[in-house]
């Protein structure tokens, strides 16, 4: 305001000088208590001008004199504002590093600064409590925090740890329904509740517990539908082995709406396409794959496809498996079917060429087994020998390792059914269960002559014999496939044949 007063004031003296000093200054004259003054209008102007600034000045000045004790207390205020506000944020640092004596001190420190921050004071004295391990005090601290609406739910999020840390599940299941019942939003209580239902197994209840979720908005529609997915899935496993037949078909339906929810997943998928061919809809269970394969090959939808016919020539499943791969023909499942299918029709020139695209990959254990069987077909036995022993060390393919020994696909207990949900539901990708726990999977190597032997007498015999993996024959069978007899005992180098057992040899 004085700095508007004397920018008017210099514009108006300007003004006034300009009128001066061009001859035209006016007259003027004062008559006041029998005093008179005669004086030109630009001085006029000029000292009324002057006055006015001076009163207003003045005026100020006596408003800033009485104002000094409220301005004090306002830096006083301020100060202390200042000094909380560093407390309490040294004292979460303090927590955070779990500096537990430094961050009581600290939050008995706010509790005398931070009047106007009572929530934060009470969050830092818990988490202090916890820091320092006493955890009757932090209990009693997040139990003080129940009683106003705002903190209620930190409240209870903060007791349901001390109960899971403390081994009491019940007690912290209480708490997070308590949190999970209030308007507001608590992801973490619809966690901690879908964690407790799938691990009792209770896949209904989840169900109905992501519904609610995505009625409230807790969890967005994409996780929702990942984790209706996997919980359909994980209910129809469960009715499968069921002896009512309604319970069969419940367990049908609730797979066919799994892969409807989500191609992707392919433990739905392929359980699906399992129970329908058991209904007799081959051809619906092949569609249901088929929209799977577009969107995420695994390996057990192949081998689900496979099987869903069995009075086809090698050529015609060669060929159907074929068209599979055709629908993504850039995925990798889909280059590896292409050398499966080569093999399977009895064309080991287009198994060889197919093979070629895998070679950029990392060898794993099944890449290794699938060149030993294109190197046999071929007539190269050394080659697959030498294939086979770098299989013998190469890593496991984790998407592989979802095919148990016998070729049943994802199957899974409750328990892996559970963690499998709760991942699926968060990140959309697949967990390896049986790969975690480092179990057999399906044969990934066939079943080759070890002995070495010379390329003629190999050839021939290997001309009589049917090739590893014969092609009308299902992964699933409960037999093995018979490996081709060894070369005669007379063409054979006992020299050579130890030499191969203890090292691998180099690739030709």
């Known amino acids: ?68 004790p409220r301005r004090a207390e306002r830096a006083r205020a301020d100060a202390r504002r200042r000094q909380a506000n560093e407390t309490l944020t040294r004292g979460f640092l303090a927590a955070a590093a779990g500096d537990g004596s430094e961050a009581r001190r600290l939050a008995l420190k706010a509790a005398d600064l931070a009047d106007e921050a009572p929530g934060l004071v009470r969050v830092l004295a818990a988490q202090a409590a916890e820091a320092a391990g006493d955890a009757i005090a932090a209990q009693a601290a997040y139990s003080a925090m129940l009683g106003f609406p705002e903190m209620r739910l930190a409240g209870h999020k903060g007791l349901m740890q001390l109960a899971l840390a403390q081994g009491d599940k019940p007690g912290a299941l209480r708490h997070a329904e308590q949190a999970f019942g209030q308007g ?8 901690a509740l879908l964690e407790a239902r799938l691990e009792a197994g209770d896949w209904d209840g989840a169900l109905d517990l992501v519904k609610t979720a995505l009625d409230r908005k807790i969890v967005s529609p994409i996780v929702a539908e990942r984790a209706r997915a996997a919980l359909l899935a994980a209910s129809a496993a469960q009715l499968e082995t069921s002896l009512d037949p309604k319970a069969r078909g419940q367990a049908a339906d609730y797979a066919v709406e799994a892969a409807k929810l989500q191609p ?98 990392p060898v794993t254990a099944r890449i290794a087994g699938l060149m030993a069987r294109v190197a046999f077909a071929a ?68 079943e080759l002559p070890i002995a070495y032997a010379d390329s003629a007498p190999f050839l021939h015999a290997h001309e009589a014999a049917p090739p590893p993996y014969e092609g009308d024959e299902g992964l699933y069978d409960d037999e093995p496939p018979e490996p081709p007899p060894p070369p005669p005992v007379g063409q054979r180098r006992p020299q050579a044949r130890r030499r191969l057992a203890s090292a691998p040899r180099a690739a030709k």
């Not at 514009?11 to 029998?34: D, F, M, Q, R, Y």
């Not at 949900?421 to 390896?432: K, N, P, Q, R, V």
């Open 184 to 191: 507001r939003t608590a992801r973490w209580a619809w966690r």
């Open 379 to 446: 007539g190269q036995p050394d080659e697959a020998r030498v294939w086979m022993a770098r299989g013998v060390g190469a890593p496991q393919e984790a998407d592989w390792s979802d095919l148990d020994p016998e070729g049943q696909a994802f199957a899974y207990q409750a328990a892996d059914w559970a963690r499998l949900t709760a991942a699926y539901a968060e990140t959309g990708e697949l967990i390896h269960p049986r790969h975690e726990r480092a179990e057999r999977t399906m044969s990934e190597l066939p």
């Open 1 to 68: 305001m004085i700095r508007t007063a004397i920018v008017i004031f210099l514009v108006v003296a300007t003004a006034t000088a300009i009128l001066a000093v061009t001859g035209e200054p006016g007259h003027a004259s004062i008559v006041w208590l029998g005093w008179r003054a005669d004086m030109t209008a630009a001085a006029m102007v000029l000292i009324t001008l002057m006055g006015a600034l001076g009163a207003m000045i003045g005026w100020r000045l006596l408003l800033w004199v009485m104002e000094a």
């Open 264 to 361: 992707g997943f392919a433990p739905g998928v392929v359980m699906a396409a399992r129970l329908l061919a058991v209904e007799g809809k081959a051809n619906r269970a092949a569609q249901v794959i088929e929209s799977a394969w577009k969107v995420a090959p695994h390996p057990a939808l192949w081998l689900a496809y496979r099987d869903l016919k069995t009075s086809e020539t090698p050529r015609q499943r060669a060929e159907r498996l074929s068209d599979l791969a055709r629908l993504n023909p850039d995925a990798r499942e889909s280059r590896i079917l292409f050398v499966e299918q080569a093999l399977i029709g009895g064309t080991p020139a287009r198994a060889r060429e197919a093979a070629k695209t895998l070679e950029a990959e």
